[in-house]
């Protein structure tokens, strides 16, 4: 694919620099193991694996052709060694609606849990589920993106954890629906150290 080869990156340690790309690409952000455009005046994004992990994108090519017609997550267009093209969700992140005050609904917990267990009706396994993977389009439609460890065999408690803390503190009429970045990177990192945990919490009938 040709704007593939027209991204040219640096990748020092654990830093990545974009040196040059096709002027109809949008840099949208990069994670771990790739980076994402979008593909200007199109409603497709272009997600570019970095060297060492081309692994995973033949994983997540292979993830999203199960979900092929879920309504919740991309549909993939093309997969190629080190790339997918997959639908442009545009929207909020939940890292971004916390970060910003943009208030969560209880339905929309609901329809996380709707999507995840769709996807577990097909056999996979979600994990890694957490706030900057789930989007919440204009039209409050709850779509989910970065779904390569939806094959691991672990028990991931990071959705059932995310979805207590609403009930036992988001959802309380004097918890504040704002939070500072600082702080929810702050919370994420503790964690990922397993020292955060947050209480069980059972929904009554």
Same mark, same amino acid.
């Given at each position: 694919?040709?704007?593939?080869?027209?991204?040219?990156?640096?990748?020092? +340690?654990?830093?990545?620099?974009?040196?040059?790309?096709?002027?109809?690409?949008?840099?949208?952000?990069?994670?771990?193991?790739?980076?994402?455009?979008?593909?200007?005046? &199109?409603?497709?994004?272009?997600?570019?694996?970095?060297?060492?992990?081309?692994? !995973?994108?033949?994983?997540?090519?292979?993830?999203?052709?199960?979900?092929?017609?879920?309504? /919740?997550?991309?549909?993939?267009?093309?997969?190629?060694?080190?790339?997918?093209?997959?639908?442009?969700?545009?929207? /909020?992140?939940?890292?971004?609606?916390? @970060?910003?005050?943009?208030?969560?609904?209880?339905?929309?917990?609901?329809?996380?849990?709707?999507?995840?267990?769709?996807?577990?009706? *097909?056999?996979?396994?979600?994990?890694?589920?957490?706030?900057?993977? !789930?989007?919440? &389009?204009?039209?409050?439609?709850?779509?989910?993106?970065?779904?390569?460890?939806?094959?691991?065999?672990?028990?991931?408690?990071?959705? *059932?954890?995310?979805?207590?803390?609403?009930?036992?503190?988001?959802?309380?009429? /004097?918890?504040?629906?704002?939070?500072?970045?600082?702080?929810?990177? *702050?919370?994420? /990192?503790?964690?990922? +150290?397993?020292?955060?945990?947050?209480? @069980?919490? +059972?929904? @009554?009938?």
């Amino acid at each position: 694919m040709d704007l593939v080869k027209s991204i040219e990156l640096k990748i020092d +340690k654990n830093n990545i620099s974009l040196l040059d790309k096709d002027p109809s690409l949008e840099y949208l952000g990069a994670g771990r193991s790739a980076i994402v455009f979008k593909i200007k005046f &199109t409603n497709k994004a272009l997600k570019v694996f970095f060297p060492d992990c081309t692994g !995973i994108a033949k994983e997540e090519a292979e993830i999203y052709e199960i979900l092929k017609g879920n309504k /919740y997550y991309p549909t993939l267009y093309e997969a190629g060694d080190n790339f997918l093209l997959i639908d442009y969700i545009e929207g /909020y992140t939940l890292f971004e609606c916390l @970060s910003q005050g943009i208030k969560l609904s209880e339905s929309t917990i609901i329809e996380i849990d709707r999507a995840l267990s769709l996807a577990r009706e *097909t056999g996979l396994n979600p994990s890694d589920i957490h706030l900057r993977n !789930i989007i919440l &389009t204009p039209e409050g439609k709850v779509m989910l993106i970065d779904v390569a460890r939806f094959r691991q065999v672990k028990d991931c408690r990071q959705w *059932t954890d995310l979805k207590n803390a609403f009930f036992t503190c988001y959802n309380k009429t /004097y918890f504040p629906k704002k939070i500072p970045v600082s702080m929810l990177n *702050t919370i994420a /990192y503790f964690y990922k +150290k397993t020292i955060f945990q947050v209480p @069980s919490f +059972k929904k @009554s009938s």
